[in-house]
């Protein structure tokens, strides 16, 4: 049973660019949430979603960035136009309740780095 | 909305006992989990908290006094592996984060 997959690993981005990251859940998890990462800092909340619905967004930039759980494939967070502030660790995280409580898990993240 | 406080750094030698304390204000409450994470690679579940009191698993143990909105998590016989930064979370449905405290264990 693969744990949450995230993909890229790694990405690399000029500014002004779109940058899209996604997440695949542990099997059976249908909640999954989206966190930032600053170096020498903690896991902030940006969204929590259900498939196809977005059920807490509140730590998300009012402006250019975006997420969906869609019915079929990975969720996805996207984030247009890209800034250096963007760059950071962004770890999605899979339960299979919609209580994050014990049975969370998080994947490796992807590293953006705007340049 | 949420907070959490816990000390940005403890450091301990190898064999000790270290305490990371947790306080926490909140306007939603489930419980209190704590996660380790190594050079920033994926945070890893260590211990969750809904009741009041202690749980223990393994050298790691976790107290909750959730009418002190306070928890620690208690690393026992510290092993050089255990360098690492652990996180509080407090549990609202979805979990919000304290900034994380750096353990160094030494020789």
């Known amino acids: 049973n693969a744990g949450v997959m995230q993909n890229p690993r790694h990405l690399v981005r000029r500014r002004g660019q779109e940058a899209r990251l996604r997440c695949s859940p542990m099997?059976?998890?249908?909640?999954v949430y989206w966190y930032r990462q600053l170096p020498e800092e903690g896991l902030k909340f940006m969204v929590y979603l259900q498939k196809e619905n977005i059920i807490d967004e509140s730590g998300m930039p009012k402006e250019r960035f975006s997420a969906e759980f869609p019915k079929e494939g990975p969720s996805i967070l996207r984030i247009q136009q890209v800034v250096r502030g963007d760059s950071a660790a962004y770890f999605c995280?899979?339960?299979?309740?919609?209580?994050?409580?014990?049975?969370?898990?998080f994947g490796q993240g992807t590293r953006l780095t705007v340049v | 909305g949420q907070s959490l406080e816990q000390p940005s750094e403890v450091t301990a030698v190898e064999g000790a006992i270290v305490q990371i304390n947790c306080t926490y204000q909140?306007?939603?409450?489930?419980?209190l989990s704590w996660y380790q994470q190594h050079d920033g690679g994926a945070p890893t579940f260590l211990s969750y908290n809904a009741l009041d009191g202690l749980e223990e698993t393994g050298r790691f143990s976790s107290f909750l006094s959730r009418s002190d909105s306070y928890g620690y998590l208690l690393l026992q016989e510290l092993q050089m592996k255990d360098s690492a930064s652990y996180f509080c979370a407090v549990i609202d449905g979805k979990s919000t984060f304290g900034d994380g405290t750096t353990l160094t264990v030494k020789p």
């Open positions: 099997k059976g998890h249908s909640h």
């Open positions: 995280a899979s339960s299979g309740q919609g209580v994050f409580g014990t049975e969370a898990f």
């Open positions: 909140t306007s939603g409450f489930y419980g």
